[in-house]
């Protein structure tokens, strides 16, 4: 059996830059705080705990003064920049390039629909670190959407700039963006100039990899998705295999792996999230060499 690692798969260059940030402070000093998972990614995080790197909360940030605490990729909203402040924390700030233009956009659109009564809406998922990131731009006003019910929530008499989270699906981009025109031209009967302004925020690194996912899916009789389970972006490039591959599974580490999934199996894909380590893509794919070769004799 041939067991191919998606080449296209593994860290995105925003977690490498957070990454490298917090291995370089833990090599010089053995100790640095980071304000939540710096990776959606249980097995990374915990390699980085060992080597010193402390997971901590907004709550417990609270309570820090006069240290370092690196803040990971997702961004953070304007409160922790001036929590940072008053506690003398040094901030390390691995904010991704590619959200904090986003935060910027978002912020400026805001500030612009203020003037004419209307409303930032995000298609994100509700408590991830970059969506409170970009509500914290609007001073908690954005209307966030998921689902086609939180649609509900808009006031469609009011016209509103549409923005997403980065790491979203192409396709759930355009599903909501197509739902919210239906919704306005049920309502108002045509759509007017300025009434729905989308803009198409998705990180291209991201999307990207869902027709190579498309393609790579295809090729292999069975693939194993490997991401966290935290992951959204995880979540939704799974997606993208199982709608291509039936027989398309989701593992977080090598000990939810099934002897099942190989029978008859030709060919094994290894993919992973932008959250996924290179090294937790090689210890799956050794493991499931080994699990083959036992089944065999």
């Known amino acids: ?4 690692i998606d080449p296209n798969s593994g860290f995105c260059f925003g977690v490498v830059y957070a990454i490298q940030m917090a291995e ?3 090599d010089r000093t053995g100790k640095l705080y980071c304000l939540g998972d710096i990776v959606h990614n249980g097995e990374e995080v915990e390699r980085l705990k060992a080597k ?3 997971i901590i909360n907004h709550e417990q940030l609270a309570g820090l003064k006069d240290c370092k605490v690196l803040i990971r990729a997702h961004g953070e909203p304007p409160s922790t920049y001036q929590l940072a402040l008053q506690n003398n924390i040094e901030l390390i700030d691995a904010s991704c390039p590619v959200v ?10 805001f500030e612009d629909i203020l003037l004419h009564g209307g409303q930032i809406v995000i298609y994100g998922q509700p408590g991830h670190a970059e969506v409170n990131g970009l509500i914290g731009q609007t001073n908690g006003q954005a209307i966030i959407v998921f689902s086609e019910e939180d649609l509900n ?19 759930g981009f355009e599903k909501m963006e197509r739902l919210i025109q239906e919704r306005f031209l049920s309502f108002k009967g045509s759509l007017e100039e300025g009434d729905f302004i989308s803009n198409d925020t998705l990180c291209r690194q991201v999307s990207n990899r869902e027709p190579q996912l498309k393609k790579f899916s295809a090729s292999n009789d069975v693939i194993i998705f490997v991401s ?21 599974y989701f593992i977080s580490n090598t000990d939810e792996l099934e002897e099942d999934w190989f029978t008859d199996a030709a060919s094994v894909g290894i993919a992973g999230a932008t959250s996924t380590p290179l090294w937790l893509m090689e210890k799956v794919a050794a493991a499931i060499q080994k699990t083959t070769i036992s089944t065999l004799t």
Do not use: W
Request: proline residues 3%.
């Open 1 to 4: 059996m041939k067991i191919n």
């Open 24 to 26: 370089d402070e833990l």
């Open 52 to 54: 010193g790197l402390e």
């Open 100 to 109: 904090l233009k986003l935060q910027h956009r978002v912020k400026t659109s």
């Open 153 to 171: 929530a808009i006031d469609y008499s009011k016209p509103v700039h549409f923005f997403s989270q980065t790491t979203k699906s192409t396709a």
């Open 228 to 248: 966290g389970k935290k992951s959204s972006n995880g979540k939704a490039l799974f997606s993208v295999c199982k709608t291509i591959n039936p027989n398309s």
